[in-house]
């Protein structure tokens, strides 16, 4: 079963076309070293009644939306492998300062895949 590495994090509304622009060019490097998918889904339907909002969950501030991503591997082991070359890819090198969103407030884990429906996945 695939290993997945899942974000949330909240971005200005503002930033949103630079923090496309920045995932696009992520989404390429994590591909090319590799990974299998790569998603990145802007807040949408975010207030659902009677639920742990992800706006409350991430105080979020005025002006700002919620980003969920993720990143699909093999296993945990091409995890690893991906990520170490992703990090030592120079095109990823412009420092947190060029991020148009606050890493700090980041949410980041990696996941052990339980149930994958996905047919065209190989198991």
Known sequence: MAYVDGFVLPVPKKNLDAYKRMARKAGKVWMEHGALDFKECAGDDLNIPGMLSFPKAMKLKPGETVLFSWITYKSRAHRDKVNKKV??????SEGP????????RMMYGGFKTLVDLNPTRTK
Not at 87 to 92: G, I, K, S, W
Not at 97 to 104: H, I, Q, T, V, Y
């Open 97 to 104: 300062n060029a991020m148009p969103f606050d890493p700090k």
């Open 87 to 92: 990090m030592a890819d120079p095109r990823l």
